[in-house]
């Protein structure tokens, strides 16, 4: 208004005062839409309609407008808003949509194909909130990375903070995903379909009552999505000849044997009811339930070869026996009121549940062929639960010349569960039962003010009382944006965060990592970070060119480490905890050029992520890479639309994560990450309805790459060495898709 930029909230509310004047130049711009631009005179109703960007009008003819078609960078510090139009004409198929788009923003790590987490200026896994219409949402596994636990089909709005954001946001020491769903057509029932090689889609959407809207869908994968014995259209994974024994015999591999589930399901429902009240109020409940089951079983001979003097046999076959199962489930539910008291004050008022739950057994056998001597043989069980209820109210005063004061409270609470047994050898059982909770008041504010035509500052504080202990912490926020010229501008924040709930690391005596989620108690501390960030922006002829520098200092991460330990002349095997603290820094920098109906994008992530851990009452060491730890990643996307084609494409570059460097050394040699995919999908618009067909290649160029979450490692003996199992990532990997909406 009058040049003066201001951002409604999710119901779409804002307030701009001015006691003078009576005529106001206005612009409305939001992603994926034409911005609209106009002079409108004081009155007391006006309605504007936006006109998406994706869909072809002939009837109306539209010149000299600028359409934003990726992202949104630059606005606050550490925040970019994505367009979530263009997420389907990117590769895929469909299901995944959501976080393959988030991945391909700087400072997310794409390389390793993260499938229940994600890691943002290098926190680990657990420090980074995603919540879907303000409940968390905790993951599934998703094994093979092309299904989200978000339905794209729902996805209204993504806002990503990086970090140092506002006291409006907390219980997290990382970034922060907010995905906001749709509420539904209130004009006419809507019944959208899509259907790929891996998943059944379906939505419906059902205006009620004239006000208000039903809006169900659900997904599945088809029934034997997986096949062990050979190759299956519905399964596109590299194929396994039938004579795996021939096949999987090696000697000095890089890794031993490549398995694949035998069996995954996966399925979700949502639901969601909106109303619109003729005050502008809005009420919505949404509700979502899903769950995953994987099965991999493996039976396999293999061959190590040994260092023995010259003419005894230096050759050892083995027999490998492998059964891994996990089944996962994830439900949500938020309520949700917004109230508009007056032009200046509107409110807030929100209930969230939260529940996740994962079981998880593995059994791992190593036989000497010949001699029948057992090298190894390991059971274990884990089953960890996490839960989250919450009530928020949160309210948003507008005074004079866009001076805004954000402030609300609320309570959560947390509760986790972890179940673990395992039997190593037959000589050493662990069985432990292990259960957390904690409770707390928070409160909140925030001042945004503007300090002439250039500058606008942000102080903030939130406060978080225990309602276990009493105690407090307290966390101050600071940021400010200093606008050049209307070009370029430079963004600065520090502020202070704590996390209650989070995951902690699992490392067992082969050095495999397992992420287990666990909220705070008298025995596991308290997370607590410092973020600072600057960040400059340029944005001038639908180019935008914006650089981010960050560093972070976490405390209090703990780990739970099995480990061989002596007390004189008694040896006692378990799990030990590990504490201590993590710092990352980095830059990224980011530019994206829009070109009419065509957009390109690329990001560069320069980062370090260090740890320092030590038992219990001893000093901490000098910092360390941590495992997730990875120095360049490089992304470049591009989308062309032509007529009712959209072309699109992308790579990434990663130069590999720590993990892998450090636990299979030996056998990867090159460890980095590259793959390129590419999608091309055709609109088309019958008379009675409209759809999409599309055909996307993942992995164009086949290149091996290394599955983050599926690596482990067998520990044999100091002769024979260690045994690697791994996944791969996403192969060369073709998918279609039909999609449909009447």
Request: no cysteine.
């Amino acid at each position: 208004i009058n040049n003066h930029p201001m951002i409604a909230d999710v119901t779409g509310n804002f307030n701009y005062t001015a006691s003078i004047d009576s005529s106001f130049h206005l612009r409305i711009s939001h992603l994926g839409y034409f911005v609209y631009d106009t002079v409108m005179v004081a009155s007391k109703f006006r309605q504007y309609k936006l006109v998406p960007s994706s869909i072809k009008l002939p009837e109306v003819l539209v010149q000299n407008n600028e359409v934003e078609k990726a992202t949104m960078v630059g606005e606050k510090i550490a925040k970019i808003t994505l367009n979530t139009n263009i997420s389907r004409f990117l590769p895929g198929q469909g299901d995944n949509s959501v976080f393959h788009h988030i991945r391909l923003m700087p400072g997310i790590q794409a390389a390793g194909e993260q499938s229940t987490d994600l890691l943002i200026w290098g926190s680990y896994e657990g420090q980074s909130l995603v919540t879907f219409d303000e409940f968390t949402l905790f993951g599934l596994k998703n094994y093979s990375d092309n299904i989200s636990v978000v339905n794209p089909f729902l996805v209204k709005t993504i806002e990503i903070l990086k970090g140092g954001f506002d006291s409006k946001y907390g219980n997290r020491v990382g970034g922060i995903v907010n995905i906001i769903g749709k509420n539904g057509n209130l004009q006419k029932p809507v019944f959208s379909l899509n259907i790929n090689q891996t998943t059944l889609n379906g939505m419906v959407e059902i205006p009620m009552f004239k006000k208000s809207s039903l809006l169900m869908a659900y997904r599945q994968t088809y029934y034997n999505l997986y096949n062990s014995s050979d190759f299956n259209i519905f399964s596109p994974v590299r194929k396994t000849p039938k004579d795996d024994s021939k096949q999987l015999a090696s000697t000095n591999s890089k890794f031993d044997l490549a398995v694949y589930p035998d069996d995954y399901r996966f399925r979700d429902l949502n639901l969601k009811y909106t109303h619109n009240f003729d005050n502008g109020d809005q009420f919505y409940v949404s509700m979502y339930g899903g769950g995953d089951y994987f099965h991999l079983s493996a039976n396999t001979s293999l061959t190590r070869e040994l260092n023995m003097p010259p003419g005894e046999d230096r050759t050892t076959p083995l027999t490998l026996s492998l059964l891994n199962k996990e089944e996962n489930r994830q439900n949500g539910l938020s309520v949700f009121y917004s109230k508009k008291w007056s032009g200046r004050l509107s409110s807030k008022f929100i209930f969230s549940h939260s529940d996740f739950s994962k079981k998880l057994s593995d059994e791992v056998q190593t036989v000497n062929t010949t001699t029948s001597v057992i090298y190894k043989k390991d059971k274990s069980s884990t089953e960890n639960s996490a839960l989250e209820n919450s009530f928020r109210a949160e309210n948003l005063l507008y005074f004079s010349n866009g001076h805004q004061l954000e402030f609300g409270g609320g309570f959560y609470n947390n509760e986790t569960k972890i179940g673990f047994n395992t039997n190593i050898n037959d000589t050493l059982s662990i069985d432990t039962l292990n259960q957390f909770r904690n409770s707390r008041l928070f409160v909140f504010a925030d001042d945004y003010l503007p300090v002439g035509s250039r500058l606008t500052v942000k102080t903030g504080a939130r406060l978080n009382v225990s309602a276990n202990t009493g105690k407090i912490y307290f966390e101050p926020r600071i940021s400010a944006i200093y606008k050049v010229s209307e070009q370029l501008k430079f963004n600065a924040s520090w502020g202070r965060y704590h996390q209650f709930i989070s995951k902690i690391a699992s490392v067992d005596r082969d050095q495999n990592y397992s992420y287990l989620w666990n909220a705070s108690n008298d025995n596991i501390p308290v997370l607590n970070a410092s973020h600072w960030v600057g960040e400059v922006n340029y944005s001038k002829n639908n180019l935008t060119i914006n650089v981010e520098g960050y560093y972070k200092l976490t405390r209090n991460i703990t780990q739970r480490v099995f480990e061989q330990r002596f007390d004189g002349p008694n040896r006692q095997d378990g799990y030990f905890s590990y504490f201590g603290n993590a710092k990352t820094y980095g830059i990224d920098v980011f530019a994206k050029k829009d070109i009419g109906k065509h957009s390109v994008w690329a990001s560069y992530t320069l980062s370090k992520a260090l740890e320092s851990l030590a038992p219990l009452n001893k000093p901490l060491p000098a910092y360390s890479l941590a495992p997730h730890h990875q120095l360049h990643e490089f992304k470049v996307a591009g989308l062309l639309n032509i007529g009712r084609f959209y072309i699109s494409g992308d790579y990434v570059y990663g130069s590999g994560m720590e993990i892998i460097r450090k636990v299979f050394a030996r056998e990867t040699g090159n460890v980095s990450y590259n793959r390129v995919d590419a999608a091309v999908t055709y609109k088309f618009t019958p008379k009675h309805f409209s759809g999409e067909i599309g055909l996307s290649i993942l992995n164009l160029f086949n290149t091996q790459n290394l599955k983050y979450a599926n690596l482990k490692n067998i520990q044999l003996t100091p002769e024979l060495g260690d045994i690697r199992v791994y996944s791969d990532a996403a192969p060369f990997t073709p998918t279609i898709f039909l999609k449909i909406v009447f």
